[in-house]
């Protein structure tokens, strides 16, 4: 703390201060401790410079956050205390400190054997005092004393203490909001990069396959999402073609799907058949993940010289095969989710895909999307789809999306949207 012209003053005993000093010092205080912007320095500097003022022999500061209706402990500084009595004074709603959180009135205590509120933190201990910390008319804290001598603390210890408190409220709040503001950027940035590495997992064009027009499209709810879909070429001209849907949403579903698509690429380069791939994935991953966590996904493999899709599906909402005649069937094998159980066995079923004829590889983001109640459903996905049929996949496609957002306006889809359009052609292919 710098050099004050009260320095004369502090030479005697703290309690010989008249008020009007401490009035002094304590703006003085106020405006040294009002520059920092880091919350822990901050909160040194205030239990440090108390005790220029109002004497102790322990002091705690303790600053709160509310989320709701719970409040839990932001950030504490202290001094004079072992780390075991720290664990003791944490608790909120007990003790002194705990009163007056709650009740936003301050205290003095001038012997605490007297009072059942108090918790013992030092045994010679005999007097207390307790202030709130208040900021926009919130209980953001509480500044503890205490004192090895009886009836230390007077009122006009009291009448300072408060008022210090609320001044250094100001510079708390200050200090916190500086801290969420470099926290805040610190996510964004992190996201910023966990969207790119999202992005380089995804296909970054759309297959040529002969005789097919094939796309996917993915729009995550959050900066990233737990849905996938990925084309994986082969020597013999086949596609591998997959789509996945993680449990939950945010940063924990798309570290999932990272370890699905490197589970799914690393058995499908071993040429396993489908249901041995998906066997294999789903052990892997029940390895890895929690017991809650689970995969919904579809993987097949498209051969476009036989115009044949050999699929296998997880639990997956069924893929939709729409013929050229508009009439559609859903495809499905029945298989169960990938990661809920440690060893299942999965079937894989084949269709053939005629020239007109598309397939489409979709998200529940995309039946679910809703408003009032009712979802996009099945009958409005397919719907869409015969109506931009002779548009090229990736308008298709485009369409899914755009209709589902528009059903569920003005409320947010709620959920990561994924669709993959297979096309099979059957005349050279017209422009959107």
């Known amino acids: 703390m710098p050099t004050t012209s009260t320095e004369s003053d502090l030479s005697?005993?703290?309690?010989?201060?008249?008020?009007?000093?401490?009035?002094?010092?304590?703006?003085?205080?106020?405006?040294?401790?009002?520059?920092?912007?880091?919350?822990?320095?901050?909160?040194?500097?205030?239990?440090?410079?108390i005790k220029s003022f109002v004497p102790y022999d322990a002091a705690a500061i303790y600053v709160l956050e509310t989320n709701g209706r719970d409040r839990r402990i932001r950030a504490t500084v202290h001094r004079g205390y072992d780390e075991a009595s720290m664990e003791r004074l944490l608790r909120l709603g007990e003790g002194f400190v705990g009163w007056v959180v709650q009740s936003g009135g301050a205290m003095v205590i001038p012997d605490v054997r007297k009072d059942q509120r108090y918790i013992s933190s030092d045994p010679l201990t005999l007097s207390e005092i307790v202030a709130p910390i208040i900021a926009n008319n919130r209980i953001i804290g509480a500044l503890n004393l205490e004192s090895r001598t009886l009836d230390a603390y007077k009122a006009a210890d009291l009448e300072v203490l408060t008022l210090f408190a609320s001044?250094?409220?100001?510079?708390?709040?200050?200090?916190?909001?500086?801290?969420?503001?470099?926290?805040?950027?610190?996510?964004?940035?992190?996201?910023?990069?966990?969207?790119?590495?999202?992005?380089?997992?995804?296909?970054?064009?759309?297959?040529?396959?002969?005789?097919?027009?094939?796309?996917?499209?993915?729009?995550?709810?959050?900066?990233?999402?737990?849905?996938?879909?990925?084309?994986?070429?082969?020597?013999n001209h086949q596609l591998g073609i997959a789509i996945a849907d993680v449990s939950g949403k945010g940063i924990p579903a798309a570290l999932i799907m990272?370890?699905?698509?490197?589970?799914?690429?690393?058995?499908?380069?071993?040429?396993f058949s489908i249901r041995v791939i998906l066997r294999k994935v789903n052990y892997l991953l029940w390895e890895s993940l929690d017991s809650s966590q689970y995969v919904t996904a579809i993987y097949g493999v498209l051969d476009p010289a036989s115009r044949r899709l050999s699929y296998g599906d997880a639990g997956h909402n069924p893929a939709l095969l729409i013929h050229a005649d508009g009439a559609y069937e859903e495809l499905s094998c029945g298989n169960t989710v990938l990661g809920l159980f440690e060893d299942r066995k999965y079937i894989e079923c084949y269709c053939a895909i005629q020239p007109g004829d598309i397939v489409a590889l979709y998200t529940d983001g995309v039946t679910e999307a809703g408003q009032g109640g009712e979802e996009f459903g099945t009958a409005r996905l397919v719907e869409t789809i015969r109506r931009h049929r002779d548009a090229a996949a990736e308008t298709i496609a485009r369409a899914v999306y755009d209709g589902a957002r528009a059903f569920a306006s003005p409320a947010p889809l709620g959920d990561d949207l994924t669709i993959v359009i297979i096309k099979a052609l059957e005349a050279p292919l017209e422009t959107a």
Not at 258 to 271: E, P, Y
């Open 12 to 49: 005697a005993s703290t309690e010989a201060l008249s008020f009007e000093t401490k009035f002094r010092l304590l703006l003085e205080i106020t405006r040294a401790i009002s520059g920092s912007l880091d919350l822990d320095e901050t909160l040194s500097l205030i239990i440090d410079s």
């Open 167 to 235: 001044t250094a409220a100001i510079s708390i709040e200050k200090a916190i909001l500086h801290q969420e503001r470099l926290e805040k950027r610190r996510l964004e940035s992190e996201l910023a990069i966990a969207r790119q590495v999202q992005r380089s997992l995804l296909p970054d064009k759309a297959p040529a396959v002969e005789g097919f027009d094939i796309a996917g499209l993915t729009v995550p709810n959050e900066a990233v999402g737990g849905d996938y879909y990925d084309f994986i070429p082969f020597p």
């Open 258 to 271: 990272a370890t699905f698509r490197a589970c799914l690429r690393a058995q499908v380069r071993n040429d």
